[in-house]
């Protein structure tokens, strides 16, 4: 059964029809990848699974576990075991990384003593001893706001993870962090969804299945060649 089924979702922006009728199953404890050009609404539909109230959904459903969470507050969804990693990952002036987790992980039902042990052992997983105590993504570098999102996702170990772009950014041996970050959640069991532009991350992490979104629609699901062709060939390779 799949862990994350969307059916036929329509959402708008500020009114702006964005997407239009997507649906796509997410198959537990698998690793997928979702590609599309810049605008075709893949961070939209990565904020409207995560319950972003300025995206409205118009028609369409979202079930997690069965569940259905189309219309659930996003912390729900969050203690649900949804989880999303932003493409532009905000700075939070005030509150610290480690704070922000120990509560984070804390809601999640997590030991203060678990915490204890595992919050090192992520900073250093994710290569970010310097930043362990720095403000959430205050002055961090792109890079470094990429390697945090994983931070949180490595220790929360959520159900679903939606990664938007993780990869972008970010230098050769950065994604090759990210990249086993992501291949150890998905071994503790968290299904995965990597929303990118680039074959290189799908290299280090490949795919069970690969969907492409356009002009608010998927036209296109195959294996990790989907990714490979889209690079040679460019979206108008899978034009439907
Ligand atoms: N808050 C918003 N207000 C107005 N328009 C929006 C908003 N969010 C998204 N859009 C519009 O929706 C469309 C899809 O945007 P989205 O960010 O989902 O694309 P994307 O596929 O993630 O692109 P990229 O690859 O550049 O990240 C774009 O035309 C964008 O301008
Ligand atoms: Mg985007």
């Not at 932003?86 to 030991?111: I, K, N, S, T």
């Not at 938007?164 to 950014?169: A, C, H, L, T, V």
């Not at 950065?174 to 995965?192: D, N, S």
């Not at 969804?193 to 069970?208: K, S």
Request: proline share 6%; net charge negative.
């Amino acid at each position: 059964m799949p862990i994350l089924k969307i059916k036929d979702l329509h959402v708008s922006v500020e009114g702006q029809p964005i997407l239009k009728g997507v649906s796509l199953a997410l198959e537990e404890g698998e690793i997928h990848a979702l590609m599309g050009p810049n605008g075709s609404g893949k961070s939209t539909l990565a904020f409207a699974l995560a319950g972003h109230p300025d995206y409205r959904v118009e028609r369409g459903r979202v079930l997690l576990s069965g569940e259905d969470i189309t219309h659930l507050p996003p912390d729900q969804r969050a203690k649900m075991g949804l989880f999303l990693a932003f493409q532009y990952p905000p700075e939070v002036e005030g509150v610290r990384l480690r704070e922000f987790m120990r509560l984070a992980c804390g809601d999640q039902g997590h030991g203060f003593c678990e915490f204890q042990e595992a919050y090192p052992k992520a900073v250093r997983r994710l290569s970010l001893e310097e930043l362990a105590d720095r403000e959430l993504n205050v002055g961090f570098s792109g890079g470094e706001k990429k390697r945090a999102e994983l931070l949180q996702a490595w220790l929360l170990r959520p159900r679903v993870a939606l990664l938007d772009e993780s990869d972008s950014g970010v230098d050769v041996d950065a994604v090759k962090v990210i990249a086993r970050a992501i291949r150890e959640l998905a071994e503790a069991g968290t299904t995965v969804l990597i929303i990118t532009h680039y074959p290189r991350i799908l290299e280090h992490v490949p795919p069970a299945r690969v969907f492409v979104l356009q002009e608010g629609r998927i036209v296109q699901a195959g294996g990790p060649e989907l990714a490979r062709t889209i690079e040679a060939e460019g979206f108008k390779a899978v034009q439907r």
